[in-house]
């Protein structure tokens, strides 16, 4: 250490700054590695390969943009975009708007906060695979919600999202945000936490409402809370795939199919790596044109506090 | 790093139990459900019977779970000694890259060529000459399963023929009995298509489209009759709300629906129902007018290995498994048909007998296995999942079928 924290000052400059804090980069050396070789190089091989033919395994014959435009002539791979697309939207908006609200409620010092709190976190701990199970069975009509209403007296109470095709999707939204907004509403109600009780105390002195407080001053306060809960719904957004194989299994038909599962199907029960990674490729495209122009504006330009 | 790990600690454990000359050779296969575990317990006690060990390594999960995990540890280098696959074009690719054993001395020793009918399934085993695989059992996805409560219940005759099927739908419906149960999965879809179009279309048009890939007869008029035929398939499923195949199978046992076009395995749940052929229920193979069926199954590979030893053992293994006395008694507890045809199966049960029955008069035909690559077939699957459960017409449905065969492989 007292090597390294006291470089001689007669060095040449390049060397010095190379080697500043060398232990520190030693010990990191093999967290670098990893990151190089497994996520760069992992990516790097799978969008190369996507330009190939390979089947069962990867081979060298390359046949351009191919699989692209194979990829982008599959209904399969249209309807799975936009099923994305609306759970995508639906999901991002109710998860922030419920989370936050429901952060919002515990937060006005309500009687066994720590209770509700309990409660609203509990489906997080459950898995995906769990979670679509669960919402199967209390979705389906024949012994789930609608046969308990109906067993009530209300005899023409239809609702059945997992059987028709144009609904399926709002099946699995269901359970998706019953699974992730506890999280989303924890990690609010520690941003609200962490705003000085002072500006409530202004907000009242200068008599504005509790909720133009919360729209007008706490939320553009909380800006970093929104963004670390964004990229979470996100995340979890683009990966979805658990929760459509243990809920619907992509069905009925392909109405409820998604990219992710596309990806795995064609990698491994059709054994076209090539169309697998065309659709992979695709996915990491998303996700790059998005986070990429948002990244730049967030962390690029003017240090925020 | 690992997998040298790996491999020289089983190299250790290979070393070990040749030194005890009982030889242990691991087993993949995803027979899980009871009816399956029983039948594979068959082949481990006659291979345990000889002096070896059969080490079980059942995946759970279906077929696609299970691939995936075979295909990953020959590629990965810690290949098991023999492993189930359907016999077709699955393992094509890693025979061709070399990594699995050549039988072609065993099937000459034991004369496989004589004995395995129909020889299609050893043409499926069968690259450049060289035979790879031994086929254990037939499964055939050609049948019709009738209840015969639904149709007392709506006062009808059972059915012998797809076209009385159909004449007695609106009457079923009208009994408020659904016509077809269906399963909302590609692959189930993909069964009902095939046996609907083999017995419209008939053979000669399914023989172009399904063995010759042409997309000529897939557009034709034999095939447009087929398509409006599952068309109206369609409308007798559309009530239908079930995902899996026993749940549309237990449809048909409790007489809640009228019909299911499923392959042979679904006879393990009316027996399980403790149901009897004739009296409960009624198969018909072909669907009652073209009394032929597809060959699928499964097939046992070997993995190509270092050890002479485990070498020769693994040829042991895979004459004993082709031997009559293991074919029948696996077959008998699978429900599938034996993959020769000079043994006695007199104990099999009437559905059975029926398609031992066609098998002996040669009506068979490759399956979707056999003839397209697992690329092709999940397409169809695709577009069978996409037309039942949406209104596509069926001349558009006939138009991407003929599209996906023109580019089949």
Not at chain 1, 40 to 46: D, L, M, Q, R, S
Not at chain 1, 285 to 292: A, E, H, P, Q
Not at chain 2, 114 to 136: E, F, R, W
Request: glycine content about 10%.
């Amino acid at each position: 250490m007292t090597v390294a924290s006291d470089p001689p000052s007669h060095t040449a400059k390049r060397p010095r700054k190379l080697f500043k804090n060398w232990m520190a980069k030693l010990a990191s050396l093999p967290m670098i590695l990893t990151a190089l070789v497994v996520f760069v190089g992992g990516t790097a091989w799978t969008v190369t390969y996507s330009f190939t033919s390979s089947r069962m395994l990867p081979k060298t014959n390359w046949v351009g943009f191919d699989q692209y435009e194979r990829l982008w002539n599959t209904d399969r791979w249209i309807i799975s975009i936009k099923n994305l697309g609306i759970y995508g939207g639906c999901s991002m908006v109710l998860t922030l708007v419920l989370g936050f609200s429901l952060a919002a409620c515990l937060d006005r010092k309500i009687r066994f906060e720590s209770a509700f709190r309990s409660i609203f976190l509990y489906p997080f701990a459950l898995s995906f695979v769990v979670t679509g199970l669960a919402w199967q069975w209390i979705l389906n009509p024949d012994f789930g919600l609608q046969s308990v209403v109906r067993g009530w007296g209300w005899e023409s109470f239809t609702f059945n999202p997992l059987n028709d095709p144009n609904t399926v999707i709002y099946g699995l939204l269901i359970a998706g945000l019953w699974q992730g907004t506890g999280l989303i509403m924890c990690i609010m109600l520690a941003g609200l936490r962490g705003i000085d009780e002072d500006i409530w105390k202004a907000a009242r002195v200068d008599g504005i409402g509790t909720i133009k407080t919360y729209v007008m001053v706490i939320i553009p306060m909380m800006r970093p809370v929104f963004i670390t809960a964004l990229v979470l719904i996100a995340s979890g957004i683009i990966k979805l795939y658990d929760l459509v194989v243990a809920q619907t299994g992509g069905g009925p038909g392909l109405s409820s199919e998604v990219p992710a599962k596309y990806v795995i199907e064609y990698m491994f029960r059709a054994q076209n790596l090539g169309q697998g990674f065309a659709a992979s490729t695709m996915m990491l495209c998303s996700v790059v044109i998005i986070l990429i122009p948002w990244a730049y504006l967030e962390f690029g330009g003017k240090k925020r506090g | 790093m690992s997998t040298t790990l790996k491999s020289l600690m089983i190299g250790t454990a290979l070393t070990a139990a040749t030194a005890s000359h009982a030889i242990e050779l691991e087993v993949t296969h995803w027979w899980t459900s009871g009816g399956e575990a029983a039948a594979v317990s068959k082949f481990a006690e006659a291979w345990n019977a000889t002096g070896n060990t059969w080490i079980d390594g059942a995946i759970a999960g279906s077929g696609s779970t299970a691939r995936p995990i075979i295909i990953s540890r020959i590629l990965g280098g810690d290949p098991m000694a023999a492993t189930q696959l359907n016999h077709g074009r699955q393992a094509e690719e890693l025979i061709e890259a070399g990594l699995m054993l050549d039988l072609t001395d065993v099937a000459e020793a034991g004369g496989w060529a004589d004995v395995v009918n129909p020889s299609s399934l050893l043409d499926a085993c069968t690259l450049d000459g060289k035979i790879y695989c031994v086929p254990v059992n037939i499964h055939s996805t050609q049948w019709i399963w009738l209840s015969h409560a639904a149709y007392a219940n709506a006062g009808l005759d059972v059915p012998t023929d797809w076209h009385e099927f159909v004449a007695s739908a609106p009457a079923l419906q009208e009994a408020g009995t659904l016509p077809l149960a269906m399963g909302q999965a590609g692959w189930q879809q993909n069964i009902a298509f095939g046996a609907i179009t083999l017995a419209v279309a008939g053979q000669e048009a399914w023989n172009e489209v399904n063995i010759n890939k042409n997309a000529d007869f897939a557009r034709g008029p034999e095939y447009t009759a087929a398509f409006e035929a599952v068309t109206a398939a369609r409308d007798f499923a559309a009530e239908s709300n079930v995902q899996d195949w026993n749940l549309a199978t237990n449809m048909v046992i409790t007489g809640v629906a009228g019909a299911q076009i499923m392959g042979d395995w679904a006879q393990g749940e009316f027996a399980i129902a403790e149901q009897v052929e004739g009296e409960d229920y009624s198969c018909l193979p072909g669907l009652g007018l073209n009394p032929v069926i597809d060959t699928g199954g499964d097939a046992f590979y070997f993995p190509v290995n270092d050890d002479p030893e485990i070498t020769a053992a693994q040829k042991e293994l895979a004459a004993l498994l082709i031997s009559p006395e293991a074919q029948v008694s696996f077959n008998l507890a699978k429900g599938s048909l034996p993959v020769r045809g000079d043994i006695d199966m007199s104990a099999a049960n009437g559905c059975m007998q029926k398609g031992l029955e066609i098998l002996a008069n040669g009506g068979v035909l490759p399956s979707g296995d056999i003839s397209f690559s697992a690329d092709t077939q999940t397409q169809i699957e695709d577009l069978m999942a996409q037309f039942w459960t949406s209104d596509m017409s069926a001349a558009d449905a006939q138009a991407a079928y003929a599209e996906l065969i023109e580019k089949a492989d």
